[in-house]
T-cell receptor
């Protein structure tokens, strides 16, 4: 079973920051938080991952709380092409266990 | 680097027929994963290989399913005697765990969409 809880859906205005929350209250000390997104009918796309520290790359930023029980994915300037299902995954071992994800709709 | 490729992209078959899908991972990636995704759900893990060795299989992988990676490069997933419940997107991912732990990042292919009539 997925070890994360995410809102089912969110809206964001184009050009604004999209903040996607994720709860993972049972995370263990050596488990990483991964984020993927899936645009309709395509394979999942890797976004970012982290363990304890906040992380940033060209796509997004990942903010992990100090107790590691929750995290937030930030898309700093959302565009219409960011409309997708976003999956937050706590990874233990090789496989990824996907939950239902958050359906993000970016609106003009 | 051309990314993970999967063939065919779409497959329509009749119930009871056998089907085979192919996945070509990113060059030099030694781990290869198969997932299945049904409509409205997140992908579900099926199995994975490190080089030629199949290291883990989900209980979702019934006896009708078999996966191989004979030379540690491409992989095939075969479904025998297909059923309508097998209709899904079959996704392949590859990774390279050079760090030796499990922080390897999986990169997914576009998937093969199977429809069983």
């Amino acid at each position: 079973d997925a070890k994360t809880t995410q809102p089912t859906s969110m809206d964001c205005a184009e050009g604004r920051a999209a903040n996607l929350p994720c709860n993972h209250s049972t995370i263990s000390g050596n488990e990483y938080v991964y984020w993927y997104r899936q645009i309709h009918s395509q394979g999942p796309q890797y976004i970012i991952h982290g363990l304890k520290n906040n992380e940033t790359n060209e796509m997004a930023s990942l903010i992990i709380t100090e107790d590691r029980k929750s995290s937030t994915l930030i898309l700093p300037h959302a565009t219409l092409r960011d409309t997708a299902v976003y999956y937050c995954i706590v990874r233990a071992g090789g496989k990824l266990i996907f939950g239902q994800g958050t359906e993000l709709s970016v609106k003009p | 680097d051309t990314g993970v490729s999967q063939n065919p992209r779409h497959k329509i078959t009749k119930r009871g027929q056998n089907v085979t899908f192919r996945c070509d991972p990113i060059s030099e990636h030694n781990r290869l994963y198969w997932y299945r995704q049904t409509l409205g759900q997140g992908p579900e893990f099926l199995t994975y290989f490190q080089n030629e060795a199949q290291l883990e299989k989900s209980r979702l992988l019934s006896d009708r399913f078999s996966a191989e990676r004979p030379k540690g490069s491409f992989s095939t997933l075969e479904i025998q005697r297909t059923e309508q419940g097998d209709s899904a997107m079959y996704l392949c991912a590859s990774s390279s765990p050079w760090t030796g732990d499990d922080t390897d990042t999986q990169y997914f292919g576009p998937g093969t969409r199977l429809t069983v009539l």
